[in-house]
């Protein structure tokens, strides 16, 4: 193999704990096993010579392909049509073990003729632990078994038990080799297995047949459980199953993506690791997650950052890392794979990722936004998270006015971002709001005060007359997209002048043709070389902060050309090139959170543009927002606290 497939030519499957990328042409060219984080064992995508990969493709010398999920289900349908013979592979891992880690993982691949006769060719070709341990390879009647040092695969034969052989098998150099003949109505097929139990066997099709059986009625009793019903309800399930796909079971944790290293520039350097649970995201998922019904994956989620809060991560200075390990643990040291070439030659490879010690202030935020909202819809912050809080916020009163990194990980050194300080002035915020609404103790006092000092900061240095806007690090002249978050998380309302005076100037920067780019490096230097694509989750901010404006028309219709983006699937990257292809790590978990909480936002006010029109999705509740309370900071004396509509939403 030697030409990359693009990004965008693939459909992700899983079980839970870990995933595969299957391409249009029916290649495995993504797996680790047995988590999301794990070493790889097929990653053509990443070096089509030596990565590994899993091939089924015709023996016909010209073919058409076809790609779609069963409905409602994460299981892949890749469909192949020749002059002689309509043929299909059906890929699917059965959901491992929801609490309990395993090794033993399955992902199946059945192969189907539906007319005429259809001959494949199939080419599996493991290369462990990022192709740098090597394996041996045995065959038997049942399949093959590889073995590598820390390796353990088998590949079991689905077929019957008659007398005929439709199937031919070698091994040669490391690969196990197969052709095989069906006739319209044939089943026949393959299965991974990681760590069998026992050597390979003939697995009987029937006993495929149940298991598909049963993966499908799993992602239907699943998706069951989601109340949306609004405009784009088959959009917001497939976002809703992929982000499921996305969650290691064990621990609730959610990766930002399962792959690592897919560039934000082909043959660039933007070339980063994503198989880890970043901080940041939590309060996008738990508002999503419970926006649509899905109460035990938000609450897994809130646990697992309330054990992350109970720790003191590692020896750095910050309470909180970045990102993590699904396990929770925080090992992340960053290293580079010189041997691989990369997608598209985007070298280098990493694996790890050097921005978890970073300090990043916009996580605090993230953190104390997540577990204020849970507590509100019932999932209790318990005593022994609370008293951890008080350190994590006690320690965003003494740090908050602190150079550093930034929401997107810059490598060309610390800034007062105005992002970070946004994100402290919520995690300050929302601590003061838990303590008054339940009487737990904390020196509210204090917070309120350094919250206050924030706002004041913002409102001074981080707007720009000459801009009429606010900018991406004080004093500065230069623009961020992440700031479109400001009405949201209740900042500022958005109808103020300065808001909706910042809304146009970042329509006018970083807005090209809908699409939003994350800030210009060229304006505000990021430590690399290179461009970048547009930011398709800052795209869905857009939509939300358009919504929130008033200005619905023109929300709805940069929300429906997004929606064109997305690949054959539904499924979206970190970013769009100027071709319109996917770039970055895919799918990727921010994008798809912004897409389902723009979704509902825009939902809510289409809805409530239409008088007598009833609701199809959640409402937003108005939430205080919190005018600075004290003059101490050089404020105005104490304001009424002033209604706002935010991300916290009922339904009516």
């Not at 047995?34 to 016909?60: C, E, K, V, Y």
């Not at 078994?145 to 390796?151: K, L, S, T, V, W």
């Not at 003061?432 to 924030?454: C, H, K, L, N, Y």
Request: glycine share 8%; proline share 6%.
């Amino acid at each position: 193999m030697n030409e990359h497939p693009l990004i965008e030519d693939h459909g992700l499957i899983g079980d839970l704990h870990t995933a595969a990328l299957v391409s249009t042409e029916g290649t495995i060219d993504w797996f680790c096993s047995p988590r999301f984080d794990s070493p790889s064992i097929f990653a053509a995508l990443l070096d089509g010579d030596t990565g590994g990969h899993w091939t089924i493709a015709p023996q016909a010398p010209t073919y058409a392909t076809k790609q779609l999920y069963y409905p409602d289900t994460c299981v892949l349908l890749t469909r192949f049509m020749t002059e002689q013979g309509v043929g299909s592979v059906v890929d699917f891992m059965p959901p491992a073990s929801p609490r309990s880690p395993t090794n033993n993982h399955r992902l199946v691949r059945m192969l189907r003729c539906t007319r005429g006769e259809i001959s494949f060719d199939i080419e599996i070709a493991p290369r462990f632990d990022y192709a740098r341990q090597s394996h041996e390879v045995t065959s038997s009647m049942g399949g093959w078994h590889f073995a590598g040092r820390d390796a353990d695969l088998t590949i079991h034969v689905v077929d019957t038990l008659d007398d005929e052989r439709l199937d031919d098998r070698r091994i040669r150099a490391g690969k196990a080799l197969m052709s095989i003949r069906l006739r319209a109505g044939m089943t026949r097929g393959l299965m991974l297995e990681t760590f069998a139990d026992g050597p390979p066997r003939i697995v009987p099709p029937e006993e495929c047949e149940r298991l598909l059986e049963d993966t499908i009625a799993f992602w239907h009793s699943w998706l069951a459980h989601s109340r949306y019903t609004g405009r784009w309800r088959e959009t917001i399930n497939r976002s809703a199953m992929t982000l499921k796909l996305m969650t290691y079971a064990p621990s609730g944790a959610m990766v930002a993506a399962p792959t690592t290293s897919l560039p934000e520039q082909a043959g660039g350097e933007r070339n980063w690791d994503y198989r880890y649970a970043w901080v940041r995201d939590a309060s996008l998922s738990l508002h999503a997650l419970l926006g649509l019904g899905f109460t035990d994956e938000a609450m897994a989620f809130t646990e697992w950052l309330g054990d992350r809060v109970q720790e003191v991560a590692g020896s750095g200075e910050h309470p909180l890392k970045v990102m993590y390990r699904v396990d929770g643990s925080a090992d992340l040291a960053e290293q580079t794979l010189g041997h691989w070439a990369g997608y598209r030659s985007s070298a280098p490879v990493r694996v790890g990722n050097g921005a978890a010690d970073q300090l990043q202030l916009d996580i605090y935020g993230s953190a104390l936004e997540c577990l204020h909202f849970a507590d509100l819809r019932g999932l209790p912050t318990t005593c022994r998270i609370w008293e951890a809080l008080i350190n994590t916020v006690d320690w965003v009163c003494e740090n908050w006015d602190r150079p550093e990194a930034g929401i997107w990980e810059t490598r060309g050194g610390d800034k007062d971002f105005t992002y970070g300080r946004l994100m402290s002035w919520i995690a300050l915020d929302r601590a003061v709001r838990m303590a008054a609404r339940s009487g737990r103790p904390g020196e509210t006092q204090r917070w309120t005060r350094q919250r206050d000092a924030i706002y004041w900061q913002i409102m001074q240095r981080g707007w720009s007359e000459e801009r009429a806007a606010f900018t991406q690090y004080l004093g500065s002249e230069v623009l961020d997209s992440a700031l479109l978050r400001m009405p949201a998380v209740g900042f500022i309302p958005p109808q103020d002048p300065r808001w909706l005076s910042t809304l146009d100037a970042i329509k006018k920067d970083l807005v090209s043709d809908g699409l939003v780019y994350r800030y210009d490096p060229s304006a505000s230097p990021d430590g690399l070389r290179g461009s970048e694509g547009t930011f398709s989750a800052c795209t869905f901010w857009y939509v939300e902060a358009l919504a929130r404006a008033g200005h619905l028309r023109e929300g709805r219709f940069v929300f429906e050309k997004m929606l064109t983006y997305a690949n054959h699937l539904g499924l979206y990257s970190e970013e769009i090139g100027l071709t319109g292809e996917q770039l970055g790590n895919f799918p990727q978990a921010l994008t798809h959170l912004a897409l389902i909480s723009a979704a509902l936002s825009l939902d809510a006010h289409l809805d409530a543009a239409v008088p007598g029109f009833p609701p199809t999705s959640p409402v937003p509740v108005p939430y205080l927002y919190a005018q600075p309370m004290t003059a101490e900071a050089g404020g105005p004396p104490v304001t009424p606290a002033t209604p706002y509509p935010s991300d916290h939403i009922i339904r009516r």
